[in-house]
């Protein structure tokens, strides 16, 4: 039982282009939502986080929304560049569990 | 050069064969993790510990074994009882569990069971 859905399974944008992958949950005990990058053979790097008294954060070229209400996070990688070629998963944790449950991955792919 | 280091990043071991991964992190951490990652399922949490001499199960314990003899290390045996050995092995360290800080992930061990 999976206790955070992500989707889609994959997904093919062209250079310059705005990604976009989404994740939903049903624990609203969770309280921190995190975003990681995974490059073929390497092991996964924070890309960004989220706690739910904001509804979006922006690092950079990535963003992530938030909507507590509907129990949904997004992250949108904007002006993709074939660089962010990438596996990339949604997490999510609470304080007080200490543990992280994962989404399934979405396999990324920008085209030149 | 502070990191996680994982090893050896490949192993092949035969059916029936207990096998131990090595994961070494100079962090100063007190949190240590062992995740199994197969496609299209993600990372699954096999075991993970808040301080010296205690650890905890995770989801997908059944098969596994650990220790945390040292701050530094946190070794995973993977038993001839798990089913399906197989798969992308990732170690992780956090400053606490607790407070969900960043998690730092080493390289990896893909391990290869025939």
């Known amino acids: 039982q999976q206790q955070v859905k992500q989707s889609p399974q994959s997904l093919i944008v062209q250079k310059g282009g705005i990604s976009i992958i989404n994740c939903a949950y049903e624990n609203t005990a969770f309280d921190y939502f995190p975003w990681y990058q995974q490059f073929p053979g390497k092991g996964p790097a924070l890309l960004i986080a989220?706690?739910?008294?904001?509804s979006e954060k922006k690092e950079g070229r990535f963003t992530i929304s938030f909507n507590k209400s509907a129990k949904q996070f997004s992250l949108h990688i904007m002006d993709s560049q074939p660089g962010d070629s990438a596996t990339y998963f949604c997490a999510a944790g609470a304080d007080s569990w200490g543990k992280l449950q994962f989404g399934a991955g979405t396999q990324v792919v920008v085209t030149p | 050069d502070g990191g996680i280091t994982q090893s050896p990043k490949y192993l092949f071991r035969k059916e029936g064969q207990n096998v131990t991964l090595s994961c070494e992190q100079n962090?100063?951490?007190?949190?240590m993790y062992w995740y199994r990652q197969d496609p299209g399922q993600g990372l699954r949490l096999i075991y993970y510990s808040q301080i010296v001499n205690d650890f905890q199960k995770g989801d997908i314990a059944e098969g596994y074994s650990v220790s945390r003899e040292k701050k530094e290390s946190f070794p995973l045996t993977v038993t001839s009882a798990q089913k399906n050995p197989t798969a992308f092995y990732l170690c992780?360290?956090?400053?606490?569990?607790?407070?969900?800080?960043?998690?730092?992930f080493g390289p990896g061990t893909r391990l290869t069971v025939t």
């Open positions: 989220i706690r739910p008294d904001v």
């Open positions: 992780a360290s956090s400053i606490s569990v607790l407070g969900n800080y960043e998690q730092y």
């Open positions: 962090l100063n951490h007190d949190a």
